[in-house]
């Protein structure tokens, strides 16, 4: 990991804490920060491979992967607690 890794994840966990406050509650903030996280890392690693990684259009992709990871783990976690319908 380089030294533009960890402060490419922050909008990564600025996405994934809005995003789980406004669903409401702690557990949901949680697992969309961490959604976040994930979702921005993947980004990362794709723009550093596009070379793509500096100025707006790597900040946008890495807001846009935050928000779709966020999304998708807390999506999942709901699905996995929710009682299977008969």
């Not at 789980?20 to 959604?35: C, D, K, P, Q, Y």
Request: charged share 10%; hydrophobic share 50%; net charge neutral.
């Amino acid at each position: 990991m380089d030294d533009h890794f960890w402060p490419s994840m922050y909008p990564g966990l600025i996405v994934g804490i809005l995003y789980g406050l406004s669903l409401r509650g702690v557990s949901n903030t949680v697992i969309a920060a961490i959604g976040g996280v994930i979702g921005a890392a993947i980004a990362y690693e794709g723009l550093l491979a596009a070379n793509l990684n500096d100025g707006l259009p790597g900040v946008i992709s890495l807001c846009a992967a935050a928000f779709v990871g966020a999304y998708l783990s807390t999506t999942a976690v709901r699905r996995m607690a929710s009682p299977p319908k008969s």
